[in-house]
């Protein structure tokens, strides 16, 4: 849901462009939306407890937060993304820097971080600012998901691949983080994102009631299973979003209706995803009850 922050080296096209997308551009923040429902009692009380006033108790309200801050919190850029060489794979130790090779600095490592931030919760001798690590984590889950958020360096995750959408111009990576959920709000939903987030809503306990339980499962459950999402956003990069494109292109109806759905599992996954880490945070090991809701439900 970030904009790639290479795309905002200049700071008042940048400042204009964060102001005018973030009403729209905040589609991947809409994971908050979806999983608010899937916390536990325990989970959704700490959340709320941290949550700014401002948030009006809604998670998905403070996804922009992280963005606002890049100009403020310069070292929180490169959290946003990781970046690989021209292969389909990401590897922590080799991709999960910042620009000055300093390890962990990538949106990995930050996932990771905010993580182990938020167990302090409770413990009064906590130093972290854990209203900020939550704003941090929430984001962060939403930029893993997006695939292209893990892409090339070469590139920049797309930022320097123009093209056209339809007939507007822009870049690769522009299209991952608006223009294919713009398009979908527009010809599928009667431009009401809140249509589509209710769609996304009933595909989890309709369509992938079954996929929701692998979805979590990863080898390394000591900490997060942000690498095995980097990994998979890689492949989607690879197999999706930079297949069959090259600068110039115009892209359309055949690249939107094969990608589309893509974006739409992995919204639901991001959301799906949040709210275990966040359980499993604030209430002990409940780590199932997401899965048997839903298969109640379905
Ligand atoms: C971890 O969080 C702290 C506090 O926000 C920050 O200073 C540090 O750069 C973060 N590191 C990573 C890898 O996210
Ligand atoms: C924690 O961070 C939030 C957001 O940046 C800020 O509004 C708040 O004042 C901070 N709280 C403390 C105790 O510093
Ligand atoms: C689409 O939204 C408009 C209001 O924005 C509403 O008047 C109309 O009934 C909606 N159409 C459908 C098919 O839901
Ligand atoms: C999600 O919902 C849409 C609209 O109802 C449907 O076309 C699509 O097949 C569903 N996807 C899944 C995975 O259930
Ligand atoms: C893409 O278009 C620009 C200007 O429209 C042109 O300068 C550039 O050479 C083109 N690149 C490729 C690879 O076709």
């Known amino acids: 849901m970030a904009p790639h922050p290479r795309e905002l080296?200049?700071?008042p096209l940048a400042v204009l462009l964060v102001a005018s997308l973030s009403p729209r551009?905040?589609?991947?923040?809409?994971?908050?939306?979806?999983?608010?429902?899937?916390?536990?009692?325990?989970?959704a009380a700490a959340v709320q407890d941290l949550l700014p006033a401002?948030?009006?108790?809604?998670?998905?309200?403070?996804?922009?937060?992280?963005?606002?801050v890049r100009w403020h919190y310069h070292w929180s850029s490169p959290l946003h993304y990781a970046n690989t060489p021209e292969?389909?794979?990401?590897?922590?130790?080799?991709?999960?820097?910042?620009?000055?090779?300093?390890?962990?600095?990538?949106?990995?490592?930050?996932?990771?971080?905010?993580?182990?931030?938020l167990y302090s919760y409770g413990d009064s001798k906590s130093s972290y600012n854990l209203t900020e690590s939550l704003m941090f984590l929430a984001h962060f889950v939403g930029d893993?998901?997006?695939?292209?958020?893990?892409?090339?360096?070469?590139?920049?995750?797309?930022?320097?691949?123009?093209?056209?959408?339809?007939?507007?111009?822009?870049?690769?990576?522009?299209?991952?983080?608006?223009?294919?959920?713009?398009?979908?709000?527009?010809?599928?939903?009667?431009?009401?994102?809140?249509?589509m987030v209710e769609t996304l809503k009933l595909n989890l306990t309709i369509g992938w009631s079954d996929d929701i339980s692998h979805w979590e499962n990863c080898e390394n459950k000591k900490a997060t299973c942000a690498n095995d999402y980097a990994i998979e956003s890689i492949h989607l990069s690879c197999n999706y979003a930079y297949k069959d494109v090259e600068q110039n292109i115009t892209l359309g109806d055949d690249y939107f209706f094969s990608r589309y759905p893509v974006v739409q599992k992995r919204l639901a996954q991001a959301g799906i995803r949040l709210s275990l880490i966040l359980n499993r945070i604030f209430d002990g090991d409940k780590t199932d009850v997401i899965t048997s809701t839903v298969t109640v439900i379905a």
């Open 9 to 11: 080296l200049t700071l």
């Open 25 to 43: 551009a905040d589609a991947w923040g809409k994971e908050g939306h979806i999983m608010q429902k899937y916390l536990s009692e325990k989970a």
């Open 54 to 68: 401002s948030a009006g108790g809604e998670l998905s309200a403070v996804c922009p937060w992280a963005d606002e």
């Open 87 to 117: 292969v389909c794979g990401f590897k922590f130790s080799r991709d999960c820097h910042n620009s000055r090779g300093q390890q962990g600095m990538c949106v990995v490592g930050a996932i990771n971080n905010y993580t182990d931030q």
């Open 144 to 195: 893993v998901h997006q695939p292209l958020h893990v892409g090339y360096e070469k590139d920049e995750g797309g930022n320097t691949i123009a093209l056209r959408w339809y007939r507007r111009k822009t870049n690769l990576h522009h299209v991952w983080d608006v223009s294919i959920i713009d398009t979908a709000i527009k010809d599928f939903y009667n431009k009401s994102m809140d249509t």
